[in-house]
């Protein structure tokens, strides 16, 4: 059973940085694409940032050179590195196994206040 566990959101001030975690268990890192998602009210969710099994990455155009998607295979980790955050910024961010449908997170919320 896949479970997923989102961390590290909070309040930052415009131009900050926060950096996300997500604790994986009952999947395998090296088999799986990963991503980042957002969701705001009334929205619907948005990709954030992708990470395939093979390691690379793709990130939507709003946030390109601002974050970074990684992750630590040994512990089973997937981390959203933010800077320079904007109010848009401002959603609920989910951790996603996109190779297995069904798997989402329970969000951390980030908000940026201007």
């Known amino acids: 059973q896949v479970q997923l566990v989102e961390s590290g959101g909070g309040l930052v001030q415009a131009g900050g940085s926060l950096r996300l975690s997500c604790a994986a268990s009952g999947i395998f890192f090296s088999i799986n694409d990963m991503g980042w998602y957002r969701q705001t009210p009334g929205k619907q969710r948005e990709l954030v940032a992708r990470?395939?099994?093979?390691?690379?990455?793709n990130y939507a155009d709003s946030v390109k050179g601002r974050i970074t998607i990684s992750r630590d295979i040994a512990k089973k980790t997937m981390y959203l590195q933010m800077n320079s955050l904007k109010p848009e910024d401002t959603a609920v961010y989910y951790c996603?196994?996109?190779?297995?449908?069904?798997?989402w997170g329970q969000g951390t919320q980030v908000t940026v206040s201007s």
């Open positions: 996603h196994v996109i190779t297995i449908a069904g798997s």
């Open positions: 990470i395939t099994s093979g390691g690379s990455t």
